[in-house]
């Protein structure tokens, strides 16, 4: 499998705690968001997403708070396990355009 | 990966050498994507496809060409492949053109 870990931003937890991953993204136009996570030697995948007319979107243990006048997105992992870790990206869309995606954060969990 | 299977998984290849990745899904989604993956970047779209011979450019499509004769399989070319191509490449499949992609689980091409 094939994975892309080097050069990335890290997040050290311990299992249990709770994980905040942030994300900037570019384009004050984007709509729609995405949050996809990639784990070692797999392509990405989804986690959630959220429209820009939402502050908010709750998941299993994962919600996503969007705060558009700075920006800024973030994905929150409850309880956070072992199986979480893994390179955590966002993605932004505008309109009918494909998403273009951000560089990720490493999300460590230690036992 | 739900249906989609990107082969080879691991290619060397020399510089100046063609080479030729495949995707191939069982879902029959309309869009197929081919990315590359670098350290420092973000995944960066290569080529695309809504149909059956129809493709279009992505940002980094210099020297890469795309085919789709049948919608099941989309085949992203190197001409002639460079060190700066060196990277993991992943293939998506999608029914709508923003939601819903689904990823292969990549190629790792080193070019020597």
């Known amino acids: 499998g094939e994975s892309v870990g080097l050069h990335l931003p890290t997040l050290s937890v311990q299992e249990g705690d709770n994980s905040i991953i942030n994300c900037a993204y570019s384009n004050s136009a984007s709509d729609y968001f995405i949050w996809y996570k990639q784990e070692s030697g797999k392509g990405p995948q989804f986690i959630i997403d959220?429209?820009?007319?939402?502050d908010k979107r709750q998941g299993q243990r994962v919600t996503v708070l969007l705060n558009k006048t700075v920006k800024h997105l973030s994905l929150q992992i409850a309880a956070t396990q072992p199986g979480d870790s893994a390179v955590y990206f966002c993605?932004?869309?505008?309109?009918?355009?494909?998403?273009?995606f951000g560089r990720g954060t490493s999300l460590i969990v230690h036992p | 990966d739900a249906g989609i299977t990107q082969s080879p998984r691991h290619k060397v290849t020399e510089t100046g050498t063609p080479v030729t990745l495949r995707c191939h899904q069982t879902?029959?989604?309309?869009?197929m994507y081919w990315y590359r993956q670098d350290p420092g970047h973000g995944l960066r779209l290569i080529h695309y496809?809504?149909?059956?011979?129809?493709?279009d450019k992505g940002e980094v499509s210099d020297g890469y060409s795309v085919s789709r004769s049948k919608t099941e399989d989309f085949l992203l070319t190197l001409e002639s492949a460079t060190s700066s191509q060196t990277s993991v490449y992943f293939c998506?499949?999608?029914?709508?053109?923003?939601?819903?992609?689904?990823f292969g689980s990549g190629t790792r091409l080193t070019v020597v």
């Open positions: 998506a499949i999608s029914t709508d053109l923003v939601y819903g992609y689904t």
């Open positions: 496809s809504y149909g059956v011979k129809d493709t």
């Open positions: 993605a932004e869309s505008r309109g009918s355009y494909i998403p273009t």
């Open positions: 959220i429209r820009s007319n939402m």
């Open positions: 879902e029959n989604h309309r869009y």
